[in-house]
C-alpha cells in the first residue's frame, strides 16, 4: 500500500516537472558540490606545452565562471627568466591560442598570475619559493592552502617532490599553512619498479590524502557518465555480463601524430602513454561492479578488484594477445602526413610502437571467457574513443526460412569522443508486405536538453584537486596493479628476439595494421 501511495505520488512529481519544464520553469543543472577554499595554485614547469595549452587556459575558464575562490593567487615557477609581467604575457598568448582569451575577465585574472623563476634541483629556489608563497598569502588571503602541480618532465617528479619536502613546502598545518595537495601528471613511473619507487619518494613528504595522480581522462563528462549509465539505471545491469555479451571493444584512436612530444613519446610509447592508464581506466569503469556508495574510495577499491582479475598474458603467446605497429607515411584529411620515423627528434630505426591492439580477459564470474579488445592508436582514420558492448545472437532464429539463421546481434556504443553519445542497435521489421529485417538504431546525445555550464577535463580536475575529492584520480594500488599487468607485456615487447618483426606498418589514415585482425580471430 505504502509502495503504491510512493509510486502515485512519484507518477504526480513528474508530471508536475514536466509541465512545469514544457513552460520553461524549471531545468536541471549539476550544482557544483561543496566550496573551494581560498588557495594558491604553484604550477612547476609553468613554461611548458602542457601549463600553456590545458592549464592555463583550464583554470582561466574557471575563473569565469566562478569556479575559483575569490582569493587565489596562480604561481609558475620554471627554468626559464621571466618575471611576473613575461609570464602574464605568455599566460595570454596561450589563452588566446586556445580561442579563450576575454579582455574584460583579463583585467580581473591577471593581478593573481605571479612567477618565480627555479631550478628543480636547487633548494634555494625553493625555499624562496616558500617565501614568496607566505607574501602572497598575505596580498591575496590564500590561507597558506597550497597545490603543487608537477608539469614538468616525468624524471623530474621526484627530484621536485623531494625539494618540496625539503624547503617544508609539504608540511600542512605548520607555521602560517594550511591544506597541502600535490598533483602528479602521467606518466606515473615507467614500469612497476619505477612506478613503486616514485610513490616512496613522494611519500617522504606528502601523506597519501595530500597526492593526486591525474588521470584527465577519468574527468570527461561521457566517462563519468559511465557509472551512472550503468548503475543508475535497472535496466542495463542484469544483461551486463557473460550470459549476454558476446565481447567488448575499446577504442581510443587519434589522426594527431606525434607532434612536439617526439622527445616524451619516444620512451613510451603506446602502450605506457595511454594503456597503463586511460585504457585501464575505461576497462575499469565498464568491467567493475557496483560499489556500494559513490564514494571515492569505495570506487577505487572496486577497481582494485578488477585490475586484480585480469588475467595475466602468456609470454610464449604474446603474439596471439598483442599487436603493435608503427604509422608509415599517408594521407589524413587529404593531406600527406610523414610516417612516425621521417617525424622531427624520432630516430629513423625507432622500434616504438604507436598503435597497440591487445585480447584482454577478466577471470571472474561475471566476465568470464569474455574478450575484451583494447586498441588506441596514433594517425588512424578518424580521432574516436569509445567502448561497444557487442550483444550476443539470439539463441535461435524463428525467422531462419526466410532471413536465414543469423539476426545481426544488438549492440550498444558509448561515445566518448568526439561524439559524446549511446546508441543502440537493435532489429526491427521493414514495413511492406515481405519479412526482413532492418538494424535501426536509437541514439543519445549527451548534451541533448541539458543547457547548464560543461567542464572541459583539465578544468574539472583542477576543481576536484581544490575541493580535495579523490575520486577521479588514480590510488597507488590501481596505479601497481596496472602496471604488474602491464610490465611483463612491455618487457615481453621489448625485449623479444622478434622485436621488429612484431611491429606492423600501417598507413597514416588507415584502420592500423592489417595484421591487427589477427588478435580478434585467435582464441584465448
Ligand atoms: P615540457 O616538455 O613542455 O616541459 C615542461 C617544462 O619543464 C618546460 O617548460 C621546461 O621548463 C621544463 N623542462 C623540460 N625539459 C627539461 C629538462 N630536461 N630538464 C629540466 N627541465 C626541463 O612538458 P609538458 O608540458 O608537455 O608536460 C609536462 C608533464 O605533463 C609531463 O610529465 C607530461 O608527461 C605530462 N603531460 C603532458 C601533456 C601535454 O599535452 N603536454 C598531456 C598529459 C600529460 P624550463 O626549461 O623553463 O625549466
Known amino acids: 500500500m505504502e509502495g503504491e501511495t510512493r509510486g502515485e505520488d512519484r507518477a504526480f512529481e513528474a508530471i508536475v516537472k514536466g509541465v512545469a519544464e514544457e513552460l520553461g520553469l524549471q531545468r536541471e543543472e549539476c550544482p557544483v558540490v561543496g566550496t573551494v577554499d581560498p588557495c594558491a595554485i604553484v604550477i612547476v614547469g609553468a613554461s611548458g606545452d602542457l601549463t600553456g595549452r590545458k592549464l592555463l587556459p583550464a583554470l582561466f575558464e574557471l575563473y569565469r565562471n566562478g569556479g575559483l575562490p575569490v582569493d587565489f593567487s596562480i604561481v609558475g615557477c620554471a627554468r626559464t627568466g621571466w618575471r611576473d609581467e613575461e609570464f602574464r604575457t605568455h599566460a595570454k598568448k596561450s589563452l588566446k591560442e586556445a580561442g579563450k582569451y576575454d579582455r574584460l575577465k583579463w583585467s580581473g585574472f591577471a593581478p593573481h598570475l605571479h612567477y618565480t623563476a627555479m631550478d628543480y634541483e636547487d633548494l634555494p629556489s625553493f625555499e624562496k619559493l616558500a617565501g614568496t608563497l607566505r607574501k602572497l598569502d598575505k596580498k591575496h588571503g590564500t590561507s597558506g592552502n597550497r597545490i603543487f602541480y608537477l608539469a614538468i618532465p616525468p624524471q623530474l617528479y621526484e627530484t621536485a617532490a623531494q625539494m618540496l619536502g625539503k624547503a617544508d613546502l609539504s608540511a600542512e598545518n605548520k607555521e602560517g599553512s ?56 535497472a535496466i542495463f545491469e542484469p544483461i551486463w555480463n557473460r550470459r549476454y555479451i558476446d565481447y567488448v571493444s575499446i577504442t581510443a584512436a587519434e589522426t594527431l601524430g606525434v607532434e612536439h612530444r617526439a622527445g616524451y613519446y619516444e620512451q613510451s610509447g603506446v602502450l605506457r602513454d595511454m594503456f597503463q592508464n586511460h585504457m585501464m581506466q575505461l576497462l575499469a569503469l565498464t568491467a567493475m561492479e557496483p560499489p556500494s556508495l559513490f564514494e571515492a574510495d569505495l570506487v577505487r577499491d572496486e577497481k582494485a578488484k578488477l585490475y586484480r582479475a585480469l588475467r595475466p598474458f602468456q609470454a610464449e603467446n604474446l603474439a596471439n594477445q598483442i599487436v603493435l605497429g608503427q604509422y608509415d607515411r599517408g594521407t589524413i584529411d587529404g593531406k600527406p602526413v610523414p610516417g612516425y620515423r621521417e617525424e622531427p627528434d624520432v630516430s629513423p630505426q625507432s622500434l616504438t610502437p604507436t598503435y597497440a591492439s591487445m585480447k584482454v580477459f577478466v577471470d571472474n564470474w561475471r566476465w568470464q571467457g569474455v574478450p575484451f579488445y583494447l586498441t588506441s592508436g596514433k594517425r588512424l582514420r578518424a580521432k574516436k574513443t569509445e567502448i561497444a558492448i557487442q550483444y550476443k545472437e539470439v539463441p535461435h532464429s524463428m525467422f531462419r526460412q526466410t532471413l536465414g539463421e543469423h539476426i545481426s546481434a544488438n549492440r550498444l556504443i558509448l561515445g566518448i569522443y568526439p561524439e559524446e553519445k549511446i546508441t543502440l542497435t537493435f532489429q526491427t521489421k521493414n514495413p511492406g508486405a515481405r519479412v526482413c529485417l532492418r ?86
Not at 188 to 197: N, P, Q
Not at 447 to 461: F, I, R, S, T
Open 178 to 233: 594550511g591544506w597541502v595537495r600535490i598533483v602528479v601528471e602521467k606518466p606515473f613511473g615507467r614500469d612497476l619498479e619505477t612506478a613503486v619507487a616514485l610513490d616512496r619518494t613522494i611519500h617522504e613528504h606528502f601523506g597519501e590524502h595530500q597526492i593526486f595522480r591525474i588521470d584527465h581522462y577519468l574527468a570527461k563528462e561521457t566517462v563519468q557518465n559511465l557509472l551512472m549509465f550503468r548503475f543508475a539505471n
Open 439 to 524: 538494424s535501426v538504431t536509437m541514439d543519445f546525445n549527451y548534451l541533448q536538453g541539458y543547457e547548464g555550464p560543461a567542464l572541459d577535463a583539465y578544468e574539472k580536475v583542477l576543481l576536484d584537486v581544490m575541493l580535495g575529492d579523490h575520486m577521479l584520480f588514480w590510488r597507488q594500488d590501481g596505479v601497481e596493479l596496472c602496471w604488474s599487468f602491464l610490465t611483463p607485456i612491455l618487457q615481453g615487447c621489448e625485449t623479444c628476439d622478434n622485436r621488429e618483426e612484431m611491429l606492423l606498418p600501417y598507413e597514416a589514415g588507415s584502420r592500423g595494421p592489417e595484421g591487427a585482425k589477427r588478435v580478434r580471430k585467435k582464441q584465448s
